[in-house]
């Protein structure tokens, strides 16, 4: 099982950034989908999460209106479009995946670095 996060970086406020996790090993299709992050000195906080089919959608309040997450199930894969970026949003951004039908089947990611500055 991976799931290999991409497309974190530095970025100047108000910026834009698409994160990616690309999946292998489970079936994907049958999993919740979600970005969590970790800001240094922080605990881990959910950013948004999308059901096994993409039917339904959450999101944590901080980030409303300005992220969307997303994801391909032919191509095994969840997006995290993340806009109007503050400083705030700088942190190690994971992506996990459990089982629909069993929270016991889960995984994370490594995650990928997102720096917000000027």
């Known amino acids: 099982v991976q799931l290999v996060e991409s497309g974190g970086g530095l970025v100047q406020p108000g910026g834009s950034l698409r994160l990616s996790c690309a999946a292998s090993?489970?079936?994907?299709?049958?999993?919740?989908m979600s970005w969590y992050r970790q800001a240094p000195g922080k605990e881990r906080e959910l950013v948004a999460a999308?059901?096994?089919?993409?039917?339904?959608?959450n999101y944590a309040d901080s980030v409303k209106a300005r992220f969307t997450i997303s994801r391909d199930n032919a191509g095994n894969t969840v997006y995290l479009q993340m806009n109007s970026l503050k400083p705030e949003d700088t942190a190690v951004y994971y992506c996990?995946?459990?089982?629909?039908?069993?929270?016991?089947?889960?995984?994370w990611g490594k995650g990928t670095l997102v720096t917000v500055s000027s």
């Open positions: 996990y995946a459990v089982f629909q039908y069993s929270h016991d089947l889960n995984y």
């Open positions: 090993g489970f079936t994907f299709s049958m999993y919740t």
């Open positions: 999308i059901t096994s089919a993409g039917g339904s959608t």
